[in-house]
């Protein structure tokens, strides 16, 4: 019987301490958006994909026309009277520039502008490459120490102005969960 090396036991060790993490790791979450009364005006629910993850947003009572909307890197939305910046900046564990045209980019929390109609409501899908609900070894977890938060602003993003795309103040805040 041949004994594995501490080398190749590390290995094997490191693989399966990975998929289980993987494996444990939530297929779903969901947010719960307020604006700056502290009034739910929607909710977005998202799943776990093999390379990122979906994220299905309902939101009215905004005002018309194109808005952006990224993950923020800080699950926290509770100074929704003082903006809701809380939530930190962008997703991105790479250092990248903002933008989804830009030449350095994009950033993780990088996301398609969404649509409000006439009446104030979106209903929006989307799909954020390299991001994962729960931990993963090559993507950015939503649910890590300090969390996420999805926040739509007032103007569209036009994917490449730094910081933020030019899109304006924050608008609406939803702090990611896990679904039960």
Known sequence: MKLLSKASLAILTAV???????????????????????????????????????????????????????????????????????????????????????????ERGDLPNIWVNEDGEVRA?????GVSIGQHEQHAALLDEDGAALVVHEGPDDHKSQPIGGAGSRVACGVVEAAE
């Open 125 to 129: 899908e989307m799909h954020a490459h």
């Open 16 to 106: 399966t301490l990975s998929t289980a993490l993987v494996a444990e790791a939530p297929e779903r979450a969901k947010v719960q958006f307020l604006d700056h009364s502290d009034k739910t005006v929607g909710k977005a629910d998202i799943r776990q994909g093999p390379d990122g993850v979906v994220i299905r947003v309902e939101l009215e009572g905004l005002e018309p026309g194109w808005k952006a909307i990224h993950i923020h890197a800080t699950g926290d939305c509770h100074d929704h009277d003082e903006g809701f910046q809380a939530s930190g900046g962008h997703l991105d564990p790479d250092d990248r520039k903002h933008g989804l045209l830009h030449p350095e980019g994009p």
